[in-house]
């Protein structure tokens, strides 16, 4: 990380060079604004810290100056602390902070690195934006995770196949827009897309099967199948008489219903030809943003709003809560926000309450001797995850020290979205 520093007085820049040098931040020091100005064309920093107090050019014009020519880069301003209203008045000329003399390295050193997250969190806000605006093809099928890659190419290789697809995942992972990607690169692009929850009577199922002739049928839900429909669907797949494609969805565990008796093996196998496993939100790392930035274009139109991006603020909170809800929530969440803004940048105070207070709750535990508290979903992914790298990814052994059967372990990885590779 690398930062300006201008103040005029020497010692307290040695003092700064030599502190925050120990801290892995390099330090260009200057002792007026003027030159530090003049060399900002020059140099790639992360940040700007400025004594507001200073002869020559204030602190207050060098923020103004690099808000106007670089407005990339934070400014944090040093001020007495009896000056509180002179460092008001730089946050209002746009810098980012403000830190009071004297000055503790230490928290300079933190107030200075947090300024540069807010930099890198702001490019990438804006690197995401331009990402949703120039993506194509793919509807509402969104992310750039490597785990989203894996999806995309099996979308791709079973384009040219009429094999039945099992999908799988949390609720709320996007199962039916996977499976509309499925139909629209396939043949039956053209013929009838027909999704149904088939909770309800084999009368259901028929007319769904009658009128998806020629396309695909999407079956929500399917573990929820009453097992006096389970034989229709059964008769269906073998005989096809329509020239229907089968793709089913389930977010519960299969496998487990097979074993119970509640879901008929040789139905499973003949709907599992090929299994997309689709992962968590909180395993897709930024496609968090990505996500988001799609949904606020889509709610921007829908309530005709101007509102164009997130605040650096806002996507933070976003990245720091786990999406329990997965996709589903983040697009209900981002709506409202987008329904209750009232700038051109979302802020926290639009998002959700359990989204825009989880920092603060994350900081009040901080200080405190809880650790972190999980759900136990969490706390067993986390566990069997930490016991699978120490077995260098043999799900075997991995298996043995769980005490689990393999098959059980097998289960939990893909219904965490783990590719087998792991």
């Known amino acids: 990380m690398k930062i300006f520093f201008v103040d005029d ?10 502190g925050l040098k120990k801290r892995g931040i390099t330090v260009v020091p200057f002792n007026t604004g003027a030159e530090a100005m003049a060399a900002l064309p020059d140099h790639d920093i992360d940040v700007v810290v400025t004594d507001l107090n200073m002869k020559g050019m204030s602190g207050l014009e060098v923020c103004q100056k ?9 400014v944090l301003v040093l001020t007495a602390f009896g000056s509180l209203e002179t460092a008001v008045g730089a946050i209002r000329a746009g810098a980012y902070d403000f830190v009071t003399k004297p000055v503790e390295i230490e928290a300079l050193a933190i107030a200075v690195r947090r300024a540069g997250e807010h930099r890198a969190l702001r490019g990438e806000v804006k690197r995401l934006r331009e990402a949703v605006a120039t993506t194509r093809g793919r509807g509402d099928l969104v992310g750039a995770s490597p785990a989203m890659h894996r999806i995309y190419d099996l979308i791709e290789q079973t384009s040219s196949t009429d094999a039945a697809v099992l999908i799988t995942g949390e609720a709320g992972t996007g199962k039916e827009i996977v499976a509309r990607a499925m139909h629209e690169r396939s043949r039956r692009a053209s013929a009838p897309f027909i999704a149904v929850t088939v909770a309800g009577a084999s009368d259901a199922l028929n007319d769904a099967y009658t009128r998806a002739k020629g ?14 429909a389970q034989p229709t669907l059964l008769r269906m797949i073998q005989e096809n008489t329509l020239d229907v494609r ?28 090929i299994h997309v496993p689709l992962p968590p939100l909180r395993a897709r790392g930024g496609d968090v943003l990505l996500l988001a930035q799609h949904f606020l274009r889509k709610g921007a139109v ?76 969490e706390v067993e992914r ?41």
């Open 9 to 18: 007085e020497r010692e307290m820049v040695d003092l700064v060079v030599l």
């Open 66 to 74: 690099v808000v106007a020519d670089r407005p990339d880069i934070p």
């Open 215 to 228: 396309g695909t049928l999407f079956l929500d839900d399917v573990a929820e199948l009453p097992a006096a």
């Open 246 to 273: 089968i793709i089913a969805a389930s977010s519960q565990d299969l496998e487990g219903a097979v074993e119970d008796k509640r879901f008929r093996e040789d139905l499973y196998y003949r709907i599992n030809v």
């Open 302 to 377: 829908a309530h005709d709003k101007k509102v164009i991006a997130l605040s650096p603020a806002a996507a933070e909170r976003l990245l720091a809560h786990d999406w329990p809800g997965n996709v589903r929530e983040l697009a209900n969440c981002i709506e409202r926000a987008v329904a209750s803004a009232h700038f051109e940048e979302i802020q926290v105070e639009d998002l959700p309450d359990k989204v825009r207070e989880r920092k603060a709750r994350t900081a009040a535990l901080s200080g405190s001797d809880l650790p972190e508290l999980l759900t136990l979903e």
């Open 382 to 422: 986390r566990h069997v995850m930490r016991v699978l790298e120490a077995c260098k990814g043999n799900r075997t052994d991995a298996a043995k020290i769980l005490e689990v059967d393999r098959k059980t372990l097998y289960r939990k990885l893909l219904r965490w979205g783990v590719p087998e590779s792991t």
